[in-house]
Nanobody, 124 residues
């Protein structure tokens, strides 16, 4: 069974940084694209970033481009999201997800495994 466990969330000040982690198990991590998504209070699930299985191609929502970086360590079965220059509007529950194939996807319904999420709060 696909298991994804997010961690690294917490409270950060505007302009600050956080690094999110996603530990994967139950599947061959290196063969699949991976996704980060988030859900802000009172809003729907929003795609944030994706990375191909080979780690070479990464994609970002316009709202986070230039501030967030996604990367992976296949030797550790881990996905990361480095978040810099945080804004209050980045406050959300952040999820990692496994894509159905090796390519990253911007479509949330093309992911077939989800974690429980880690809370990020950006506030002064």
């Amino acid at each position: 069974q696909v298991q994804l466990v997010e961690s690294g969330g917490g409270l950060a000040q505007p302009g600050g940084s956080l690094r999110l982690f996603c530990s994967a198990s139950g599947f061959t991590f290196s063969r699949y694209g991976m996704t980060w998504a988030r859900q802000a209070p009172g809003k729907g699930l929003e795609w944030v970033s994706g990375i191909n299985a080979d780690g070479r191609d990464t994609y970002y929502a316009d709202s986070v481009k230039g501030r967030f970086t996604v990367f992976r360590d296949d030797s550790k079965n881990r996905l990361y999201l480095q978040m810099n220059s945080l804004k209050s509007e980045d406050t959300a529950l952040y999820y990692c997800a496994k894509a159905r194939g090796s390519l990253a996807t911007t479509r949330l319904d093309e992911n077939d495994g989800w974690g429980q999420g880690t809370q990020v709060t950006v506030s002064s």
